[in-house]
């Protein structure tokens, strides 16, 4: 029996759970402690376990190791990675009930998430609000999937009656996924939403630093974790307004192609 805990966010719990299957397959007994926000989520893993809140008392086990370590572990270099997708997914009654709350549309449903936790430790992978409001110009419906808004943006957010809330109803990252799945499309910067759309197999273009995190690799607009990502990354440190021109093109386009083929 071999407990695997989480030392690190909620993004690389999502992004690596994905070998705890192959460990399964080695024939142990895998007992997974995970944050309790995702625990609804990663409960929907392809994988016969134990999972138990971080912090609550834990079954006995006979060895231990981090979440983070399995990749070295098995080897994984970028030809090998698990890409196979969706391996995680929302709960169909509470897909009904955000059905049910968005009501209809003609338009093109995107997710958004401008901005992470505001106790991360790289402030550079989020923006401003209003390097953001570009997109609201698009015929498309936007609904965004943060639990959280910076200070400075509060102010405009309330003035953008087109970007819908939904803060108040989203109590775990079941409840974002759920709401991710009747989007069409994600649009977020690198935060846990991203992991959460691309382990879902949704299409999720994801807003990147000039100097973004390892797991995306330099020079790349896909990702070998993720078949249904698209990277837009700053062609310089600082310069949102250039990958969100870029991002607003491309979406644009993808709207416009979605209504006709409706």
Known sequence: RILVHCEQGFGVVVQFCRYLPQLRALGAEVIFEAPKPLLSLVSTLACPMTVAAKGAPLPDFDTYGPLMSLPHAFKTTV???????????????????????????????????WSGAVSHKNPHRSMRLEEFLPLTGLPVELHCLQKEYREHDLALLARQPEIRQHQDALHDFGDTAALIACMDL?????????????????????????IGDWRWLLAREDSPWYPSARLFRQPQIGDWESAIARLDRELAWFAKDRTATA
């Open 79 to 113: 030809e090998t990675i698990p890409a196979d997708t969706p391996y995680l997914y929302a709960d169909e009654a509470r897909v009904q009930q955000w059905r049910q709350r968005l009501g209809d549309t003609y338009r093109l449903r995107v997710g958004v998430v």
């Open 186 to 210: 994600v649009i977020t910067v690198d935060t846990g939403v991203a992991h959460v759309a691309g382990a879902m197999g949704k299409p999720v273009w994801i807003l990147l630093p000039a």
